[in-house]
């Protein structure tokens, strides 16, 4: 159950309410300079989006200070270059330090678009284009909360400071992001509130491990098939064994509610060098989503084994070398589990969110993963809300046509400045 809000600050809620409200259009206009300015993920060029948001900040006499990660390094994560972005906004001495996190980086649009996946078009009260819906509306969502509040800071003895995190290495898992903001002591919150994406207050989130694995074989002209090492039917049978796993992951059932079970999907393959030519080589790549419950240790050693296992079968009885495999980890992002001090987070959020919205708010979990963890495992407790729809799905995010409804990111932003109001008192 949420707490009740305190009835002595409820004129200074209306007052914020009413702010979002006259600043709204311009809020819209801040976004869509955001969506138009592209973060792609490959090929991961996401600097001179922190520049545009650097000079938009500026009008609102906002400093964002740049942190940007060694070059080389930024290279050997796959990126062309990032920069993350913190602005702190100090309230009264004392209190607590509240981060709030959004990631400008995305996937590219593909294909199926009946908008400019850049234009921030708006049709119905929708906006559309990428990263409308994650996470480029929260960098709006939360710089319109904290504007609100300090527009009313005067009025109220509050206290603490408030820092917003704006980082570019969410979509190859945040060593880049966050975490190194984090690990170079850039900054020390006590609590963090991460992007959103649905109307629910997000408490803990699935892990991801994923790797390349390449499959060996030996080309040959296809004319004399046997001459060679198909790697492509090698390929089959390794992937015949990953596809199994999930009827086994099926048996497994997290405790957090909203995560129901494990789940292991293989999202791009590659290989061959001609149609008349056997395959020498094929490279998958393997996405395996942990639920808060499992050792990634123990998940990442299962994996290994029965991929091993099953290059096995396929070289029993030959007569030449068969296949072989290698293993790269691309990706390991644990999972987020509630720490106990989230409590007046997740209070504030769904007394406000229930007020704002009129509905209840539930707390969850959810089986995308997110920079969140970072803080969490610095032992910051932290949770995910901001703007986006009842369910993750609506947004479109990562599909074409990704959208918000502009409504849901006027209450998003109501919720969060109302939070904060409750946290820095």
Same mark, same amino acid.
């Given at each position: 159950?949420?707490? %009740?809000?305190?009835?002595?600050?409820?004129?200074?809620?209306?007052?914020?309410?009413?702010?979002?409200?006259?600043?709204?259009?311009?809020?819209?206009? =801040?976004?869509?300079?955001?969506?138009?300015?592209?973060?792609?993920?490959?090929?991961?060029?996401?600097?001179?989006?922190?520049?545009?948001?650097?000079?938009?900040?500026?009008?609102?006499?906002?400093?964002?200070?740049?942190?940007?990660?060694?070059?080389?390094?930024?290279?050997?994560?796959?990126?062309?270059?990032?920069?993350?972005?913190?602005?702190?906004?100090?309230?009264?001495?004392?209190?607590?330090?509240?981060?709030?996190?959004?990631?400008?980086?995305?996937?590219?649009?593909?294909?199926?678009?009946?908008?400019?996946?850049?234009?921030?078009?708006?049709?119905?009260?929708?906006?559309?284009?990428?990263?409308?819906?994650?996470?480029?509306?929260? =960098?709006?969502?939360?710089?319109?909360?904290?504007?609100?509040?300090?527009?009313?800071?005067?009025?109220?003895?509050?206290?603490?400071?408030?820092?917003?995190?704006?980082?570019?290495? *969410? *979509?190859?898992?945040?060593?880049?992001?966050?975490?190194?903001?984090?690990?170079?002591? /850039?900054?020390?919150?006590?609590?963090?509130?991460?992007?959103?994406?649905?109307?629910?207050?997000?408490?803990?989130?699935?892990?991801?491990?994923?790797?390349?694995?390449?499959?060996?074989?030996?080309?040959?002209?296809?004319?004399?098939? *046997?001459?060679?090492?198909?790697?492509?039917?090698?390929?089959?049978?390794?992937?015949?064994?990953?596809?199994?796993?999930?009827?086994?992951?099926? %048996?497994?059932?997290?405790?957090?509610?909203?995560?129901?079970?494990?789940?292991?999907?293989?999202?791009?393959?590659?290989?061959?060098?001609?149609?008349?030519?056997?395959?020498?080589?094929?490279?998958?790549?393997?996405?395996?989503?942990?639920?808060?419950?499992?050792?990634?240790?123990?998940?990442?050693?299962?994996?290994?084994?029965?991929?091993?296992?099953?290059?096995?079968?396929?070289?029993?009885?030959?007569?030449?070398?068969?296949?072989?495999?290698?293993?790269?980890?691309?990706?390991?992002?644990?999972?987020?589990?509630?720490?106990?001090?989230?409590?007046?987070?997740?209070?504030?959020?769904?007394?406000?969110? *229930?007020?704002? =919205?009129?509905?209840?708010?539930?707390?969850?979990?959810?089986?995308?993963?997110?920079?969140?963890?970072?803080?969490?495992?610095?032992?910051?407790?932290?949770?995910?809300?901001?703007?986006?729809?009842?369910?993750?799905?609506?947004?479109?995010?990562?599909?074409?046509?990704?959208?918000?409804?502009?409504?849901? /990111?006027?209450?998003?932003?109501?919720?969060?400045?109302?939070?904060?109001?409750?946290? /820095?008192?």
């Amino acid at each position: 159950m949420a707490h %009740q809000p305190n009835t002595d600050h409820a004129h200074d809620f209306a007052a914020i309410d009413a702010w979002v409200d006259q600043h709204f259009d311009e809020q819209i206009q =801040f976004l869509k300079e955001l969506v138009a300015t592209p973060t792609d993920s490959p090929p991961g060029n996401n600097t001179p989006h922190a520049i545009r948001t650097t000079e938009l900040l500026m009008d609102f006499g906002y400093t964002a200070e740049q942190y940007a990660p060694d070059l080389a390094l930024v290279k050997e994560h796959g990126l062309e270059s990032v920069t993350n972005l913190i602005v702190r906004r100090p309230f009264g001495a004392g209190g607590k330090t509240i981060a709030l996190n959004a990631h400008g980086d995305v996937v590219p649009p593909g294909e199926g678009w009946t908008h400019d996946p850049y234009g921030g078009d708006i049709v119905d009260g929708k906006m559309y284009g990428r990263a409308t819906a994650v996470s480029k509306c929260d =960098f709006s969502t939360f710089t319109f909360a904290v504007r609100a509040v300090e527009a009313l800071a005067s009025k109220s003895a509050l206290k603490g400071t408030v820092e917003l995190h704006f980082t570019y290495d *969410e *979509e190859f898992g945040g060593a880049l992001g966050p975490d190194y903001l984090l690990a170079n002591n /850039l900054t020390k919150p006590d609590l963090m509130i991460a992007a959103g994406f649905s109307y629910q207050v997000v408490t803990a989130h699935n892990g991801c491990l994923q790797m390349e694995v390449t499959v060996n074989g030996n080309m040959a002209h296809a004319a004399i098939p *046997e001459s060679g090492v198909d790697a492509l039917q090698g390929a089959n049978q390794i992937l015949t064994a990953l596809y199994a796993q999930n009827d086994i992951y099926k %048996q497994v059932t997290s405790l957090v509610e909203g995560i129901t079970h494990p789940y292991l999907n293989v999202g791009m393959i590659a290989g061959g060098t001609n149609t008349n030519v056997v395959p020498g080589k094929v490279v998958m790549k393997v996405d395996r989503r942990m639920i808060p419950e499992e050792n990634t240790s123990h998940v990442e050693a299962n994996l290994h084994k029965v991929m091993q296992d099953a290059v096995d079968s396929f070289n029993t009885g030959r007569t030449d070398a068969g296949i072989s495999i290698s293993v790269k980890r691309m990706l390991l992002c644990n999972a987020m589990k509630p720490l106990a001090g989230n409590k007046p987070l997740v209070d504030a959020l769904q007394t406000h969110g *229930e007020a704002v =919205f009129g509905e209840p708010i539930p707390a969850l979990g959810t089986p995308l993963y997110t920079d969140v963890r970072l803080y969490v495992e610095r032992g910051i407790p932290g949770v995910i809300y901001g703007a986006g729809p009842r369910t993750v799905l609506e947004s479109h995010a990562k599909r074409a046509d990704e959208r918000i409804d502009l409504e849901d /990111l006027r209450r998003a932003t109501k919720v969060i400045a109302r939070t904060l109001r409750d946290l /820095l008192t």
